[in-house]
């Protein structure tokens, strides 16, 4: 098993930059493929991006493609999510999450998931 742990959500202006952290700790962390996913105010979770164990393939969705780079730092045994130029609809709950066989766009497949951290941005 993994355990994850979110960091460094806030309150920031739209146009403002963020870095989000997920440490993981358990089980060795190259064996997993991660991912980042957001839930919006009364919307379902949604698909941000995400890396394969060796951090070689990663690719996100359109909505955030160009602003938002997911990276992976396996001997740090964390995950990464820079965020800029950031948008009032980016506003949400972000969660990273593992899974052990090739990374993945629906969050029904992952098997680990941290507790969130949320991301506010005011227009």
């Known amino acids: 098993q993994v355990q994850l742990v979110e960091s460094g959500g806030g309150l920031v202006q739209a146009g403002d930059s963020l870095r989000l952290s997920c440490a993981a700790s358990?089980?060795?962390?190259?064996?997993?493929?991660l991912g980042w996913f957001r839930q919006g105010p009364g919307k379902e979770r949604e698909f941000v991006a995400a890396i394969s164990r060796s951090g070689g393939s990663a690719y996100s969705a359109d909505s955030v493609k160009g602003r938002f780079t997911i990276s992976r730092d396996n001997a740090r045994n964390t995950l990464y999510l820079q965020m800029n130029s950031l948008k009032p609809e980016d506003t949400a709950v972000y969660y990273c999450a593992a899974r052990e066989i090739g990374s993945s766009t629906d969050p029904r497949s992952y098997d680990y998931w941290g507790q969130g951290t949320q991301v506010t941005v005011s227009s």
């Open positions: 358990g089980r060795t962390f190259s064996s997993y493929a």
